[in-house]
């Protein structure tokens, strides 16, 4: 139904009355043609007439809905939901207002944005009529208004913000479309309770420049993850050697620990530099490599 209908609209409970009075008008006109009862065909008339006026002085409006009704061109009252009655040729219902949350897509289309890119935009807007006075008497037609000023405020949104907010920060330009337009229609007794942006278009040869800054932009990170790992490891490598440095100990247990390491594997040959060797504990490393070919003998 359309949230904004003239003219009074006939409804179910005003024709079955009326209904009812023709009927009880035809019973009249006969019981009076029978008795002879000549007062009988004038209230046959009344009854008549009470059903012709009646579906235009009973009138009913929805839940959601308002009735402007007007009497000589002036406001009268603003009636509904429910039943009310009005005084035909003299009152007359100029507008039923729809006071529902409605929703109007609007669009801009190669619109410029701040850094000269063309966009294409689609959004939707979330309004209600607040005010049904104003929005029937302050403007002619408050659903093509809303949906000329949304696209403006879109336009303008869009000419003063650069194309990267536009598209990293999709929250922040609902917002200012939602006080922008919002501010413009409350005069009319329309408020705005949100505004969504579902689509924002580029040109293709703009997107895949976008595609290629970001690829670089995440192999630019992958290389400085990988530079940092590698300082890590070194920084952790000078530690060790200048633990190894100062405590002796220490490497030959290292040392140790490798040949161990090593000499679990049957058949390993080992080759170690006589220097290393002799740094070492001869006795020591001989014995821990066969302490580790028992234990494998053993694992076996």
């Known amino acids: 139904m359309n949230d904004y209908v003239t003219g009074n609209r006939v409804n179910a409970p005003a024709m079955a009355l009326a209904m009812l009075s023709f009927l009880l008008a035809a019973l009249v006109a006969w019981l009076s043609a029978s008795d002879g ?16 006026v009646l579906p ?12 402007i009704v007007l009497r000589f061109g002036k406001l009268q009252a603003i009636e509904g939901p429910g039943l009310f009655l009005v005084l035909p040729v003299v009152d007359r219902v100029a507008a039923w207002i729809d006071q529902r949350i409605q929703t109007t897509e609007f669009n801009a289309e190669q619109a410029l944005s701040r850094d000269t890119v063309p966009v294409n935009i689609d959004a939707v807007v ?36 650069m194309l990267s907010v536009l598209l990293s920060d999709r929250k922040d330009g609902d917002e200012r479309l939602r006080e922008e337009i919002g501010r413009k ?40 993850l990988l530079a940092q ?72």
């Open 185 to 224: 229609t409350g005069e009319w007794g329309i408020s705005v309770s949100s505004v969504e942006i579902r689509d924002i278009g580029v040109p293709p040869n703009l997107q895949d420049a976008m595609s290629r800054q970001a690829q670089a932009e995440r192999e630019r990170l992958a290389r400085v």
């Open 56 to 67: 235009q002085s009973l009138l009913m409006a929805n839940q959601w809905e308002k009735a």
């Open 37 to 52: 009862f000549a007062a009988g065909y004038g209230l046959a008339a009344v009854l008549v007439l009470i059903g012709i």
């Open 126 to 161: 979330f309004w209600q009529v607040h005010d049904p006075k104003r929005a029937a008497l302050e403007i002619t037609d408050y659903r093509s208004a809303i949906e000329r000023v949304a696209q403006t405020s879109l336009r303008e949104m869009v000419g003063s913000s």
């Open 229 to 300: 790992a590698e300082q890590e490891v070194a920084q952790k490598f000078v530690e060790a050697a200048q633990t190894y440095a100062s405590t002796p100990g220490a490497l030959q247990l290292r040392a140790m620990n490798i040949i161990y390491e090593t000499t679990k594997e049957r058949g390993a040959t080992i080759l170690i530099p006589s220097a290393m060797v002799d740094a070492m504990n001869p006795g020591g490393v001989l014995g821990l490599a066969a302490a580790g070919q028992a234990t494998y003998a053993m694992e076996k």
